[in-house]
């Protein structure tokens, strides 16, 4: 009686060894450590999940997803579109797995004599933990006020920053992050062009309150940039002290391709490097255990329109199953992207090699254990 027990514990110490084992490897989110020390070389991966919506689905396009944290632990994820245009959310309550439409947050009526929304919003959480929303038109950026974890608006008076403050027409896409002593810098970018491709570039704002922003001076990247080239689209990741990793758009070929590049002080952007993802409208929302989701958009499409995708971004060259994983090269002089090489692949590889060898192992264990101990009942 004794040996089958024993017998059974083994079986169970082994399983769940070999178990926990392949659920360490086949849910490695990654986790970004906000103390790594910050490098222009620093590289990330993507690791696919799923669809959030696709515009073919509902009546008009969808595109542009934007991220926030609620209170409760959820996630509401704030999309333009809809049928005449404002912004829509999607509510997930176990990280991405389920994704609930919950309609418009702010239809085109509410904008009424406001100048039209040209899409590309950002939600940030205040210290009072209301929730500012900062939405995109063809004069300058406006924003909106929730009390209600994000849930109604109201508009705020005038403009956050206007085209003439922000010396750029068509701007898109002001997004802020909140430095360690309390001011916020935010990136900017020239709007997604139809018809016909303007070079576009990335530029930075510095506020006392999230509220009024001032223009800051020189061209972070992109045209005019010391990099050169054309993008757009910005979304800092803010990793502790100055150190702002941004992604965006690189526009100067289709489909256009997801980047990033990486600045101790924020603002001094000497590499970039591609993500190995097409699309654009990247965003990121960093989970109280530090897991990153990234969210973007593929892009127009004449048959499908837009789709809204997430999945994990990790820290780090190579990781998970090995897809979107970067190569350890920069841009030249001219901005063109850094090409993707197979490292991912192959260390995805090893690590599936390592589970099987493993399990071989476990198995050949507890096959001799059996032996021995009918050997000792026998």
């Known amino acids: 009686m004794r040996s089958r027990v024993t017998l ?12 926990t084992g392949l659920a360490g490897i086949s849910d490695a989110a990654g986790v970004f ?38 209170l409760n632990g959820s996630i509401r994820l704030y999309i333009f579109g809809g049928p005449n245009g404002g912004v829509m959310s999607w509510w997930s309550g176990d990280e991405g797995g389920k994704w609930q439409a ?12 406001l100048p039209k929304p040209n899409r590309h919003q950002r939600p940030i959480r205040l210290t009072n933990d209301s929730v500012r929303l900062i939405v995109g038109t063809g004069e300058g950026f406006i924003s909106f006020l929730s009390d209600d974890d994000g849930w109604s608006f109201t508009s705020e008076e005038g403009f956050r920053l206007s085209n003439a403050s922000g010396e750029m027409e068509q701007m898109a896409k002001l997004s802020p992050i ?17 018809g016909g491709f303007t070079p576009a570039s990335i ?53 256009t391709e997801i980047a990033y590049s990486t600045a101790a002080d924020g603002r001094t952007f000497n590499q970039t490097h591609e993500l190995g993802l097409n699309g654009s409208g990247s965003a990121v929302l960093v989970l109280p255990d530090q897991r990153m989701m990234f969210f973007h958009d593929t892009g127009p499409d004449t048959e499908t329109g837009n789709q809204v995708w997430w999945g994990w971004l990790t820290f780090g060259n190579g990781s998970g199953d090995g897809s979107g994983t970067v190569g350890d090269n920069d841009t030249d002089g001219g901005g063109n992207s ?41």
Not at 179 to 189: E, H
Request: charged share 20%; net charge negative.
């Open 8 to 19: 059974l514990i083994l079986l169970t110490l082994l399983g769940g060894s070999v178990s």
């Open 33 to 70: 450590e906000s103390g790594t020390e910050c490098q222009d070389s620093d590289l990330f991966s993507f690791i696919p999940r799923a669809e959030v919506v696709n515009s073919s689905d509902h009546d008009g396009q969808l595109a542009d997803p934007s991220p926030l944290l609620l």
């Open 102 to 113: 919950e309609g418009a947050r702010i239809s085109p009526s509410d904008f009424q004599d």
């Open 178 to 194: 909140q430095l360690k002593n309390g001011s916020w810098r935010s990136y900017y970018g020239n709007s997604a062009t139809h």
């Open 203 to 255: 530029r930075s704002t510095w506020s006392p309150d999230s509220y009024n922003h001032t223009l800051e001076t020189g061209i972070l990247l992109g045209n005019g940039s010391a990099q050169g080239g054309s993008t757009r689209e910005p979304y800092p990741l803010s990793r502790g002290n100055d150190c702002v990793t941004i992604f965006h758009t690189l526009d100067a070929t289709i489909p």
């Open 338 to 378: 850094a090409s993707v090489d197979g490292d991912g692949e192959e260390d995805g590889g090893q690590k599936r090699f390592v589970v099987i060898a493993l399990i071989v192992i476990a198995l050949v264990v507890i096959s001799t254990v059996v032996v021995i101990i009918k050997r000792r009942l026998g």
